[in-house]
């Protein structure tokens, strides 16, 4: 069986994941899951999704192993409810979008995107609850959340906005630079 580190590279044969790269890639779900757990008192004001645009801009499809890892160590410290399975598709979805439009290096684009992804991520959150009590309780979870929506819509574009650039900078300078 095929490792998932591993890929077959334009020649056919295996290419691994340089340990560099997957040690960063490790760091930055570390990160994520850090930084969510230490702002974890004011509800829905984070940097997960920033910090996910900068690992999808960086690394592109791996940036998922980020995410897993961060979704794994939720699920760890919080248990795995029914909101753990909506972390399963809600944020790799924001990894999906960073990567069909990772050539695009504006940071206002980049904010917005953010900001889209807080402000839909209770319409996202809601989809099992149709399927667990129907219409009627998905619809009525989403309207209860909107008001968190909106915050987590506005923290996140603030956030991308004033950290994306500084951050993007430092790891492509430190953490991705080759060793001398």
Request: charged share 10%.
């Amino acid at each position: 069986m095929k490792s998932p580190l591993r890929s077959d590279g334009k020649d056919g044969k295996s290419i691994r994941v340089p340990a560099r790269k997957l040690t960063v890639l490790a760091l930055m779900g570390a990160l994520m899951y850090a930084c969510q757990v230490v702002m974890s008192f004011v509800p829905n004001v984070h940097i997960v999704a920033m910090l996910i645009i900068v690992t999808g801009l960086l690394f592109g499809w791996e940036a998922f192993y980020s995410v897993i890892l961060f979704i794994i160590l939720e699920g760890i410290t919080y248990g795995f409810g029914i909101w753990w399975f909506n972390y399963l598709y809600v944020w790799p979805v924001l990894v999906l979008i960073v990567c069909l439009l990772r050539k695009n290096d504006s940071v206002i684009f980049w904010a917005v995107v953010a900001a889209v992804h807080g402000l839909c991520f209770g319409a996202l959150c809601a989809i099992p609850y149709f399927f667990i009590g129907g219409a009627g309780m998905a619809f009525s979870y989403w309207v209860a959340g909107i008001p968190f929506d909106i915050v987590h819509c506005i923290s996140n574009f603030v956030v991308t906005l004033v950290l994306l650039k500084p951050l993007r900078t430092v790891i492509e300078r430190y953490a991705l630079q080759k060793a001398e």
